[in-house]
């Protein structure tokens, strides 16, 4: 049996994105597991992991971003083809190799079966390199890579069962923090530390976030930071008034406002 998770922080954004695309690939049999996020991604996919560990039956377990929709309705056949091979353990639509940092589109992207979706300027989609596989560029291959991208992934009972992800990743120092906020933009948004501290300080004394002393994994004491359950509220109230802000922005471009 094949189990389908998520972590939710939108149900809105949950039920127009992630849902109907579980349903598309879901088989008679499948679970179909949504889950309101208990703090960092981390720690809700670890929470799914330990529940998904308990099934017996389990084939593969499939962690989709509230935000993200599975396309091919043959999802399931294709993904027990590629965890045929028991040293096979995590599988994604997006890997790269050669990759120096958490930056993984700074590798060599072998595979990249995904459109990006907007609704910016009357809305859209930018194909991925691998998007169409029948006419995919010369360089693109599936198999082995450094990294895969999180926003679906594939994962076998062997690493259901064993592996976990790091919840630390969701306290961050602010050179990680800001190392983040480069990823998740690709590149478009890069803060100084001289901006980045004095942000982190105002939060920390609004109460949004908590900071902690503690050791880097290169052995330097550094603060890290997390949101608060005041800061988490906060966050999705600014989110609502940001998607608001951005549906107006989109109609009045379209001219439909």
């Known amino acids: ?101 958490i930056a993984w589109w700074e590798g060599s992207v072998t595979w990249g079966s995904f459109t990006h979706r907007y609704e910016e300027m009357g809305g859209g989609e930018i194909a991925a390199l691998s998007w169409n596989v029948d006419r995919p560029p010369t360089y693109a291959r599936t198999g082995e890579v450094d990294t895969v991208d999180g926003f679906v992934l594939g994962l076998s009972p062997w690493t259901v069962r064993n592996i976990r992800f790091d919840e630390s990743l969701g306290q961050l120092h602010g050179y990680a923090i800001a190392a983040r906020l480069e990823q998740i933009s690709k590149g478009a948004i890069q803060l100084n530390m001289g901006t980045l501290y004095p942000a982190l300080m105002r939060l920390e004394q609004r109460g949004l976030v908590r900071g902690q002393w503690g050791v880097t994994d290169t052995n330097r004491k550094a603060r890290f930071y997390g949101l608060t359950a005041t800061g988490r509220r906060e966050l999705a109230h600014e989110k609502q008034d940001w998607d608001r802000l951005t549906g107006i922005m989109a109609a009045l471009i379209r001219g439909d406002a």
Do not use: W
């Open 1 to 101: 049996m094949i189990v389908f998770a998520a972590s939710i922080t939108s149900p809105e954004t949950y039920e127009r994105c992630a849902a109907p695309g579980i349903r598309r690939a879901a088989e008679p049999d499948s679970q179909v597991r949504p889950y309101q996020a208990a703090g960092s991604i981390f720690r809700s996919y670890n929470l799914i992991l330990d529940e998904a560990a308990e099934i017996a039956d389990l084939e593969a377990l499939v962690l989709v971003h509230q935000d993200a929709e599975i396309a091919d309705s043959d999802f399931c056949p294709k993904l027990r083809r590629a965890l045929e091979q028991p040293d096979v353990g995590v599988v994604g639509c997006v890997g790269a190799v050669g990759v120096r940092s």
